[in-house]
Structures are given as C-alpha cells and as structure tokens.
C-alpha cells in the first residue's frame, strides 16, 4: 500500500483511469456512422475494435509506428476483421472525423469528480498522458477537468512516451517533487505503474481493463475505492 503520509503530488493517467475513453469511442464511432451512413452494427465494430486499437497504441508506444499508421491501420484491421467492404479513400475521412468529435463527449469514470474534489485540497494534482496534445488538451477542458490539475503532460509534447522513465522524470521536474512523495494512478500496469515504480514513484492499479492480478502495487476496481488509500 502507498504511503500517504509521504505525499505532496499525485499524477493520474488519462484515458482508461479518469475520461472514459471507451463510452467516449463508441459515441463518437456511432456519430460518424451516422453521418456517413455506414451500414455498420456499432457493437460488432467496437467490440473488435478495441483489441486492435490496443494493439497498434502498444506498436505506436514502441515507437514501431507513426501516429498516421496508428490512426489509420486500426481501422482498416477492424474492416478486415468484421468482413465489411470499404473504400480505401473513406479511411481518412474517418480518421479525422474520429480525431475532431472524440474530444467533445465528456463522460468520466463513475466517481472521478468525487474523487478529484476530496484530493485537489490536499495534493498537487497533475496528469501524464500518452495521448495526443490537441486532443487531450480538448477532452480535459470539455469534460470539466482543467481546474483539478496543475500541470499535463502528453508523450507527444514531451517527445517520450509512457513507460519511458524520462516523461515521468520530467514531470517529476515541472511539478517540482520528488519521486518518493509523488503517486501514479493509471489503469496500465506495464505503462502506468511499473512506469512511475522503476523511477521510485508509488502508484496505484485502478484495473478498468481487466489486466491479470499482481502484488506490484495496490489495485484497485472502482474509483472510489482510491479515495479511502488517500
């Protein structure tokens, strides 16, 4: 269990652990087929695409693709996966539309108000995210988040991505705190966790992905059960 006497600072992943990229994706992917009037089942789409978009973030976080190839192959994979034909051309077209519309749904996790309010009176509160500056920037804004954080820090302004230990070091450096009194919250244990531990940050598991279990640091299933550790 952290040790929250030791604390000052508390940095929080974005996607997956407070905004809900997941209800986020689904409506955005529903508004453009509509638009587009693509005969697509929204389910059947999102239930394979999320395995993929997993898989090409990990190939992107490697830095083994851009963030074109990243935006553009998941969906081509998902077409090919569900067995719908597509005109290669719509592709763009859909990856930017996906890009402008993402930002503008705002649902967070159950209870992450609740719990940003209890902690912003007793902690330095930032974010450290892989996503992109623009499009983070927007989410935090349109989902009410910006007035709990002091700082964020996107890989792509940073020019490194999670787990590499210089985008915590530098965050670590702007937020002007230690390590050992400075707290991960994030829904990865590969990116998020053991991220911020190999710098001698503490951390916590909130494992809105179903990720195996482990004793590497608290996990937690729900956010309000972060509340009661802080």
């Known amino acids: 269990m952290s040790d929250k006497n030791q604390i000052t600072d508390v940095f929080f992943d974005l ?3 407070l905004w809900d990229f997941e209800k986020n994706s689904a409506l955005t992917f529903e508004k453009i087929f509509e638009e587009l009037n693509l ?4 389910n059947d789409f999102m239930e394979v695409y999320k395995g993929i978009n997993h898989k090409y973030w990990k190939q992107y976080r490697k830095n083994k693709i851009s963030q074109k190839e990243l935006r553009h192959k998941r969906l081509i994979k998902t077409f090919q996966v569900i067995d719908f034909v597509f005109d290669p051309t719509i592709i763009d077209l859909i990856s930017d539309q996906y890009i402008l519309h993402l930002s503008t749904f705002s649902n967070l996790f159950q209870g992450a108000a609740f719990l940003l309010e209890g902690l912003k009176t007793k902690y330095q509160l930032h974010i450290i995210t892989n996503g992109f500056e623009a499009v983070q920037q927007k989410k935090i804004r349109n989902s009410g988040l910006s007035s709990y954080f002091k700082n964020v820090f996107t890989a792509e302004k940073v020019g490194y991505k999670k787990p ?3 985008i915590f070091e530098h965050a670590l450096d702007h937020a002007k705190t230690a390590a050992k009194n400075s707290l991960m ?3 990865s244990l590969e990116v998020d966790v053991l991220g911020a531990m190999n710098i001698g940050m503490q951390a916590i598991h909130f494992n809105s992905n179903n990720e195996p279990l482990h004793d590497h640091c608290r996990m937690v299933q729900n956010i309000y059960e972060i509340r009661s550790l802080l």
């Open 185 to 187: 919250i994030g829904d």
């Open 39 to 42: 005969d697509l089942k929204l």
């Open 164 to 166: 590499h230990p210089i």
């Open 15 to 17: 996607d997956h652990t």
